[in-house]
């Protein structure tokens, strides 16, 4: 089945400075590849998503890369502010009906 | 927030006891999942569903069933609770699993003494 690996379990920035989460999947079939914010105590939501046949996509402060030969892919948050520290989790998907997330990244940001 | 909930909330059991979770949506999706998320492993999927009394196993599905009689409701059911299975446990729904988003229920706190 699909392993994902998530890099770095915790992360550390100062507010203003950009914070990169990279992804590993295992499964060249797969074909969706969401994003998941998690703030404490609270439900993960899907922030950004983007689909294998796209290399690049951006929404605000916030874009995904997906390179599908290395099997990676990447969340890029810029001009981070104290509301993007929540734990964030990739995951992806091969057009089954199943997710397979990450381990999750705490992403800290000191004002 | 879609429609989702789930109860109870939060709770507490002793080892050996039936435990069942509700989880409810009026979104009318067709594909519905049971997660369990545990520190430093991420969410892992316990069993799915793709329609009424459809259901599949996923990654973590020991100790664990599920049934689903109706659209709107997916309960999970672990039948003799084991410390192990202290986690909170979230519920999912999707329209399509592969390119619509998965809208996650508020999640439950298990506790199993």
């Known amino acids: 089945g699909e392993n994902v690996e998530q890099h770095p379990s915790t992360l550390s920035v100062q507010e203003g400075d950009s914070a990169v989460i990279k992804c590993t999947y295992s499964?060249?079939?797969?074909?969706?590849f969401p994003w998941y914010k998690q703030e404490l105590g609270k439900r993960p939501q899907l922030i950004i998503d983007i689909r294998s046949n796209v290399g690049e996509k951006k929404d605000q402060r916030i874009a995904v890369t997906l390179n599908k030969t290395a099997k990676h892919f990447s969340l890029h948050i810029t001009e981070t502010q104290p509301e993007d520290s929540a734990v964030y989790f990739c995951?992806?998907?091969?057009?089954?009906?199943?997710?397979?997330f990450g381990g999750g990244t705490r992403l800290m940001v000191k004002p | 927030d879609a429609g989702i909930t789930q109860s109870p909330r939060h709770k507490v059991t002793e080892t050996g006891t039936p435990v069942t979770l509700r989880c409810h949506q009026t979104e009318n999706h067709r594909y519905m999942y049971w997660y369990r998320q545990d520190p430093g492993h991420g969410l892992r999927l316990i069993h799915y569903?793709?329609?009424?009394?459809?259901?599949d196993k996923g990654e973590v599905s020991d100790g664990y069933s599920v049934s689903r009689s109706k659209t709107e409701d997916f309960l999970l059911t672990l039948e003799s609770a084991t410390s192990s299975q202290t986690s909170v446990y979230f519920c999912?729904?999707?329209?399509?699993?592969?390119?619509?988003?998965?809208?996650f229920g508020p999640g439950t706190r298990l506790t199993v003494l």
């Open positions: 499964d060249s079939a797969s074909n969706y």
């Open positions: 995951a992806a998907s091969n057009a089954g009906n199943m997710l397979t």
């Open positions: 569903s793709y329609g009424v009394k459809d259901t």
């Open positions: 999912a729904i999707s329209e399509s699993p592969s390119y619509n988003e998965q809208f």
